[in-house]
Antibody, heavy 117, light 107 residues
């Protein structure tokens, strides 16, 4: 059974960089797209970006200038970096996997990141 | 960007009711749409993929239909565990976009 687990600091100071890791178990990263999605408290879902296992990326234009997504298939890990964070970046961050042409099936449990001094 | 307009935002219903949630895309997305159920504190769970294909293990009271720009999620007979928030997601083109969500409440 494929499992995804997000990890990283739960508190980040304004203007700093948010860094998260998603560790994949129970399956290979090869052949899939890997996504970051976030959800501010009490609000809806926002797609941040995705990376194919080979390294090609796509980002939400609203965040593109601040986002870096990378994948390390040798470690079965996906990472997210979001720079210059503000309180508006406070959210639960999810990683999720999807196959070509299919909506994401496997999601991590999510990790809450709060931006505050 | 493709906008996904989901309605209603809130839906009050009773156990046993039949309910329908709609997502309208701002441009044609073929059938590149999934429906998700989210309960408080949990990750979204995929119910429907490719607009109308039922995810394995999901009860058959859930169904999806539509293609192009109009899509619906129907729950044929609400059960107590179905009260949750539902989202559609288009993955036809980047950036992927979600509907605003529909909170299904007990009447």
């Amino acid at each position: 059974q494929v499992q995804l687990q997000e990890s990283g600091p739960g508190l980040v100071k304004p203007s700093e960089t948010l860094s998260l890791t998603c560790t994949v178990s129970g399956g290979s990263m090869s052949g899939y797209y890997w996504n970051w999605i976030r959800q501010p408290p009490g609000k809806g879902l926002e797609w941040i970006g995705s990376i194919y296992y080979s390294g090609s990326t796509n980002f939400n234009p609203s965040l593109k200038s601040r986002v870096t997504i990378s994948v390390d298939t040798s470690k079965n890990q996906l990472s997210l970096k979001l720079s210059s964070v503000t309180a508006a970046d406070t959210a639960v961050y999810y990683c999720a996997r999807h196959a070509v042409g299919i909506a994401p099936l496997y999601w991590g449990q999510g990790t809450l990141v709060t931006v505050s001094s | 960007d493709i906008q996904m307009t989901q309605s209603p935002s809130t839906l009050s219903a009773s156990v046993g009711d039949r309910v329908t949630i709609t997502c309208r895309a701002s441009q044609v997305i073929r059938n590149d749409l999934g429906w998700y159920q989210q309960k408080p504190g949990k990750a979204p769970k995929r119910l429907i993929y490719a607009a109308s294909s039922l995810q394995s293990g999901v009860p058959s009271r859930f169904s999806g239909s539509g293609s192009g720009t109009e899509f619906t999620l129907t729950i044929s007979s609400l059960q107590p565990e179905d009260f949750a928030t539902y989202y559609c997601l288009q993955h036809n083109s980047y950036p992927y976009t979600f509907g605003q969500g529909t909170k299904l409440e007990i009447k």
